[in-house]
């Protein structure tokens, strides 16, 4: 089994002008949705999206994940499908934390212990492990923070503050967390400088002609997601790269739900920042990284003050040390960063193409079940998804819906997401999102789809 790939090069759709705020969607961007999701299982030589089977011993790798086999909900089995939200971690990941903490722990840098020794080398083998990963050129472009969020505020601090005049502006799209706005919004205010927004379709594509009006003069950076959190739209991000370095505007990439989900190659995308977190990447929490070109990272002032990042301090002066270690003040998550390297070999033993590909047949199964129940409103029709279902019940209330789907051991998120602007779009308060994983099955998809039918009949 092939994977089916996610296209950086995919134009987004401009079919369908922006409805007016709040109205609903016509059911044909579903209809085309499961077609595109079902036809796409039929590529891979199956005779039925519900037939398929991955290409990994998926009894195996969900024996890899004790949670999903120890935790019972209200006596039934754990179904877990927030995913998005935070994915489970393998035995090797909580195996290799243990190994960490029962006999290898100390701090790392100018230690001339055996523990402190090790440490280091474990820490920046990881660093190593992550620059692999991405395929960046060196590892001082691998710079560890406690998440996405982290990274996107680092660069918005230490970037946004030294390069943005008043009258500046910053392109954000209409789909993205609010940890690649807020930021922005707040060094804005402080600069003088300006957000612009990409719109979003119907199908929750961005619209890349208006994308491209956007730029002018005082464009300054393009910030976008790889992929929405809230409705799983792949955007075409090397495609949007292009055209922002044609007006020489550097792109920041939120790819948060991407590295779970496809391979990442930051040379070949030509970003110049990319971020991302460990605990959707079957690591713990409190990691993430920032990759930043290194003449970039060079030119940018530190983000925190502290131990590790200088060379040199006097009441007179500080010298500040080279990248990364400039923008790594303090202790740094060492534990975590290990452990991220965990994951990242656990992934990379089973391949995420196989794993895209199975997560694309849940999805493309999960839409074609969820489609076909009528009151059921599927928000976030693209073509090019990852493995994320946002939806409504009629007038059911998301929380509702969610609590109800607990009392059956089914676990999903439900709320804005984190991406108002995107229930502003669509005119929701919020939705029910299921999102999924390589270790879940088209069993469980089915005990979602059910669940739901009994939830609507429980509603009428």
């Known amino acids: 089994m092939s994977a089916v790939p996610f296209s950086h090069n995919t134009t987004a759709s401009n079919q369908g002008a922006r409805s007016a705020e709040g109205a609903t969607a016509s059911t044909a961007p579903v209809a085309a949705a499961v077609a595109h999701a079902v036809d ?98 060196e590892d001082r472009e691998i710079i560890f923070t406690s998440g996405t969020t982290e990274a996107i505020n680092l660069v918005a601090s230490s970037w946004g503050r030294s390069a943005l005049q008043p009258g500046d502006e910053i392109i954000l799209s209409e789909l993205e967390h609010h940890a690649n706005i807020v930021p922005w919004q707040m060094v804005c205010d402080e600069k003088g400088a300006r957000i612009r927004v990409i719109p979003v379709t119907d199908s929750g594509e961005l619209d890349l002609e208006a994308y491209r009006r956007l730029f002018n003069a005082r464009t300054r950076l393009v910030g976008v997601a790889h992929v929405s959190n809230a409705l799983g739209t792949v955007n075409p991000v090397q495609e949007m790269i292009s055209i922002a370095h044609a007006y020489g505007v550097p792109v920041l990439v939120d790819g948060a739900q991407a590295v779970p989900h496809e391979t ?79 994951a990242i070999d656990y992934v990379n033993g089973i391949g995420l ?30 073509p090019h998804k990852a493995a994320v279902l946002s939806f409504n019940i009629g ?66």
């Open 395 to 460: 007038n059911v209330h998301p929380h509702d819906v969610g609590s109800l789907l607990n009392d059956e051991g089914i676990a999903v998120r439900t709320g804005h997401h984190c991406a108002q602007p995107v229930m502003k779009r669509f005119g929701v308060p919020a939705t029910v999102r299921a999102s999924f994983a390589f270790y879940n099955t088209l069993a469980e998809v089915d005990l979602l789809a059910d669940a739901i039918g009994r939830i609507k009949t429980l509603f009428e």
């Open 353 to 382: 193409p196989r794993m895209g590909a199975w997560e694309q047949h849940l999805l493309a199964h999960a839409t074609a079940r969820l489609a076909a129940i009528e009151g059921v409103r599927i928000i976030g029709t693209a």
């Open 264 to 342: 990442v190659d930051v040379q070949a995308l030509d970003c110049d920042f990319y971020a991302f977190s460990g605990h959707k990447l079957y690591g713990p929490t409190g990691i993430g990284v920032l990759y930043g070109r290194a003449a970039l990272l060079e030119q940018m002032p530190p983000y925190k003050g502290g131990g590790d990042m200088i060379l040199s301090v006097s009441f007179e002066k500080t010298t500040y040390n080279h990248i990364p270690h400039k923008f790594e003040a303090g202790t740094p998550a060492i534990m975590p960063a290990i452990a991220l390297a965990a």
């Open 40 to 137: 796409s299982g039929a590529a891979h030589g199956s005779a039925g999206v519900a037939g398929m089977q991955p290409d990994f011993d998926l009894a195996r790798v969900r024996a890899d994940f004790p949670i999903l086999s120890e935790v019972r909900v209200h006596g039934r089995p754990l179904v877990y499908l927030d995913n998005a939200a935070s994915s489970q971690m393998p035995q090797a990941v909580i195996e290799r934390i243990v190994r960490y903490q029962r006999s290898g722990h100390a701090n790392i840098h100018r230690g001339v212990h055996y523990l402190s020794d090790q440490a280091t080398n474990a820490f920046e083998a990881a660093r190593s492990t992550v620059r692999a990963f991405l395929n960046a050129c």
